[in-house]
């Protein structure tokens, strides 16, 4: 997960007014319509209208596991505009019959932000595993739920979310709440501090350590990164060392597959090689155990 720095809501609501004109001013009266009844009621205009904008800003990747979306034109099997507070009813989570368990509240059941349902800062683009099979309704905080009506701003501040919100800047920088160790998504802030729990709760919710295709994803990554960092630092030939400079910059830049693996990985070569090295082997040896498992038998 990585911060779009593009997703500033200023800038969402001028993409917004360009890409498709007069929605705001649609969605304004059908929140007019849903505060005034007390509770959300789908209808025009449609937030799919305008998921290109944030696939844009977004790089095409998901917000939450920067898995690719499938491009503009893959329909609606591939990816939603996803409520980062859920417009219905919030359900508790984690549900009791699954784990992980912790020794702390994660704010249980509560009214929808049906106020928020047409709020562009409430917005992102997620792949259908993040939001269909993991976001659905659940918004875990470490307060008490929000007053209805409030801004989103009043209910960050009351509610201290556990969930990374990665558009704008209005939240904490994603980087600096997890971390990577060769695949290994982690929480980077001290135990017990608030910001490590939103690191470990973020990184549990969207199932960032146990999906298949975000380790290939990953490892295509570190493979890709370590390459061209040994070419960059040992290739006598100019042309390819330059070459190499501009993948490094590539992978790593916010259009980058899995960037904040790859950032992650970058720092580890350039700080500890050695350690760097461990983990591609670990990595590699991994993946492939993985991809013989998944391999059909032969008879």
């Known amino acids: 997960m990585i911060r779009y ?5 200023a800038n969402v609501n001028a993409l917004v007014d360009a890409e498709k004109p007069g929605w705001r001013a649609d969605a304004d009266a059908r929140t007019a319509a849903i505060v005034a009844a007390g509770e959300f009621s789908k209808g025009p205009p449609s937030w799919s209208d305008i998921k290109v904008v ?24 591939t990816q939603d505009v996803e409520h980062y507070r859920p417009k219905n009813a919030v359900k508790a989570w984690p549900k009791k019959s699954k784990t992980p368990k912790y020794a702390f509240g994660t704010g249980g059941e509560g009214e929808g932000y049906h106020w928020l349902a047409y709020e562009l800062s409430n917005y992102a ?64 802030r001290p135990a017990d501090s608030h910001a490590h729990r939103r690191g470990r709760i973020t990184i549990d919710f969207f199932g960032l350590n146990k999906r298949e295709e975000l380790w290939e994803d990953r490892f295509r990554a570190i493979s890709a990164l370590f390459e061209a960092v040994d070419v960059a630092k040992t290739n006598p030939d ?61 008879p």
Do not use: H
Not at 5 to 9: D, K, N, R
Not at 66 to 71: I, Q, R
């Open 125 to 188: 683009a997620a792949c259908k595993a993040c939001n269909t099979a993991r976001k659905s309704n659940y918004f875990p905080i470490a307060n008490v739920r929000g007053a209805v009506g409030a801004t989103a701003a009043e209910l960050d501040a009351a509610e201290l979310p556990y969930l990374i919100f990665p558009l704008g800047d209005a939240d904490e920088d994603p980087e600096t709440l997890i971390a990577f160790e060769g695949l290994v998504a982690l929480p980077a």
């Open 5 to 9: 720095p593009g997703a500033t809501l």
């Open 238 to 298: 100019p042309a390819r060392v330059e070459m190499a400079r501009r993948r490094i910059s590539d992978m790593t830049s916010t259009s980058g597959p899995q960037a904040a693996c790859a950032r992650s990985f970058l720092r580890l070569l350039e700080q500890d090689p050695a350690r760097a090295w461990d983990y591609y082997v670990e990595a590699d040896a991994f993946v492939l155990k993985e991809r013989e498992k998944r391999a059909p038998k032969l």
């Open 54 to 77: 944030f696939m844009r800003l977004q790089s095409n990747k998901c917000a939450f596991c920067e898995f690719p979306l499938g491009g503009e034109f893959a329909g609606k099997a």
